[in-house]
Structures are given as C-alpha cells and as structure tokens.
C-alpha cells in the first residue's frame, strides 16, 4: 500500500533476484479499511516510493486508482477462507475481505510468476497462499522474513504515526513475543501458559492495550492447547491511536533420546 521502507526493499531486492521482469504494485486499498480506520490519513510519500523503486531496478510500478480498480457497476468479491476469520478477521471484519479481493485483482491484471509476501504480515500471507490454492491463480508464493528497526520493532508504513514516547514503548510487542518463544525453548508446551507470559510482559506498560496473543498452528492459524512441534506467536496491540501487529514462528526443541 505504499510509503514503502526497508522491509518493502527487502522484499524488492530478493524478487529482483528471482524474476526478470519485477512489478510493484503502490495502491491504498479502500476496500480492507473499515468505516473508522485510517484510509483518509494513510501515508501516502508517493514520490519517495517511486524514488526507491527506481533504486532498486523495478520494472514497473503499478498505481492505480480506486475508480479503476472498482469501477462503477463493481460487484464481486471473495469469500473468505476459516483461515481468514480469527484475530485479524474477528477484530477487523472489513480488511481480509478487501484484501482477498484486491489480491485476485491484482494477480489477474499483472499476471505474475511468483510474488513475495512479507512474513510480518503473518496472516494475510497465509490468507493469500489459500486463495492462490483453492482458485488455482499459478503463482508461486514466497514469503521473506520480517524486516525490524535496531530494537526489533516490526518495521512497518504506520509505525509513523507513533510519538516519540509511543514508540519507545512499541518495542514491548516484540519482547512479549521473545519471552514467549523463549519458554517453548525452554520446554514449555501449554499454550496458555506461553499465552499467559506474552500477557505479563504486555501488562507491564499500562499505555498499551492488547487486542490478542494467540499461540497457533502456523499452517491453519488454529489456537494450539499444546505445542508439539512449530507454532507461530501473534499479538496485535494498541498504543494510543496506533495499532501494531507481529509475529514470531518458533520450533519447539527435540528433547535427547537416552
């Protein structure tokens, strides 16, 4: 959606690797904002993500327009996957919808080989990766590791919004994800239990509110009671006005044979 930073240049960098022909698409989807989210203030630098584009050997930058891509008379969209309809789904009913829809458009307008996905994101990726499935688009999905600040805060377009204070405390996100990936590897297999140490982190700063932590199968996005193998960590909070999202995928150790 533009107001592309360094985790958008990763992602630019490793596809200029893979295609020949590179395509970025820049579009402020209206249809994944609900009525009071941010689309009328969403950062929209578009000479600054032309500039980087332009950097990094993209082939074309593709804009367009709200009115082109839901022209009047515009009717269809996709239904959603189960995998679509926890967390992010439940607390923002509007967004997967408009993402699932924009995502099809945009494939069968550029046509694409392989598109490359942000792993912050966690959820939307794997939304993606179902619709590419079930209506056999024939696109190769790639989904490159989250890009983070020095401190390990996620980068991402909003993370502008956060006041100077706010994002001091915005680090508290990734720490709550750490702690809880740090006692899977310590042996901790009750979700609840990981759950509950994300949550005791989180808590510690008052100015953050938590919309979710969940403890899940990374392939279904099902809550797991008890990790057996690979899980991923989600948490969504607010600070102020902002709301974040991360994720971190852990794998639970081997334990010795004796």
Same mark, same amino acid.
């Given at each position: 959606?533009?107001?592309?930073?360094?985790?958008?240049?990763?992602?630019?960098?490793?596809?200029?690797?893979?295609?020949?022909?590179?395509?970025?698409?820049?579009?402020?989807?209206?249809?994944?904002?609900?009525?009071?989210?941010?689309?009328?203030?969403?950062?929209?630098?578009?000479?600054?993500?032309?500039?980087?584009?332009?950097?990094?050997?993209?082939?074309?930058?593709?804009?367009?327009?709200?009115?082109?891509?839901?022209?009047?008379?515009?009717?269809?969209?996709?239904?959603?996957?189960?995998?679509?309809?926890?967390?992010?789904?439940?607390?923002?009913?509007?967004?997967? !919808?408009? *993402?699932?829809?924009? @995502?099809?458009? +945009?494939?069968?307008?550029?046509?694409?080989? #392989?598109? &490359?996905?942000?792993?912050?994101?966690?959820?939307?990726?794997?939304?993606?990766?179902?619709?590419?499935?079930?209506?056999?688009?024939?696109?190769?999905?790639?989904?490159?590791?989250?890009?983070?600040?020095?401190?390990?805060?996620?980068?991402?377009?909003?993370?502008?919004?956060?006041?100077?204070?706010?994002?001091?405390?915005?680090?508290?996100?990734?720490?709550?994800?750490?702690?809880?990936?740090?006692?899977?590897?310590?042996?901790?297999?009750?979700?609840?239990?990981?759950?509950?140490?994300?949550?005791?982190?989180?808590?510690?700063?008052?100015?953050?509110?938590?919309?979710?932590?969940?403890?899940?199968?990374?392939?279904?996005?099902?809550?797991? !009671?008890? *990790?057996?193998?690979? @899980?991923?960590? +989600?948490?969504?909070?607010?600070?102020?006005? #902002?709301? &974040?999202?991360?994720?971190?995928?852990?794998?639970?150790?081997?334990?010795?044979?004796?």
């Amino acid at each position: 959606m533009g107001a592309l930073h360094d985790g958008h240049r990763a992602l630019i960098r490793a596809a200029r690797l893979r295609c020949d022909a590179l395509v970025v698409s820049i579009f402020v989807n209206p249809a994944q904002f609900g009525p009071q989210e941010d689309l009328a203030k969403y950062p929209r630098p578009i000479a600054h993500d032309r500039a980087m584009c332009r950097k990094e050997g993209v082939d074309v930058c593709f804009e367009p327009t709200a009115e082109a891509m839901y022209p009047k008379g515009f009717q269809t969209v996709v239904t959603l996957p189960t995998i679509a309809r926890r967390w992010e789904g439940e607390i923002r009913p509007h967004h997967f !919808s408009g *993402v699932a829809t924009v @995502v099809t458009k +945009l494939f069968g307008i550029v046509r694409p080989q #392989v598109a &490359l996905f942000g792993q912050k994101d966690f959820q939307q990726s794997a939304l993606v990766r179902q619709l590419v499935k079930d209506l056999n688009l024939g696109v190769e999905m790639v989904v490159c590791p989250t890009v983070r600040e020095t401190d390990g805060l996620a980068m991402s377009s909003r993370n502008v919004y956060l006041s100077q204070d706010e994002r001091t405390r915005a680090i508290t996100l990734y720490k709550s994800l750490r702690a809880g990936a740090e006692v899977i590897r310590r042996g901790v297999t009750d979700g609840e239990a990981v759950q509950s140490v994300m949550a005791h982190v989180l808590k510690k700063e008052p100015a953050i509110t938590i919309d979710y932590l969940a403890v899940c199968d990374p392939s279904t996005l099902e809550p797991l !009671s008890v *990790v057996t193998s690979r @899980v991923v960590l +989600l948490g969504a909070v607010r600070i102020g006005s #902002v709301r &974040l999202i991360d994720n971190l995928l852990v794998t639970l150790p081997r334990r010795s044979s004796k």
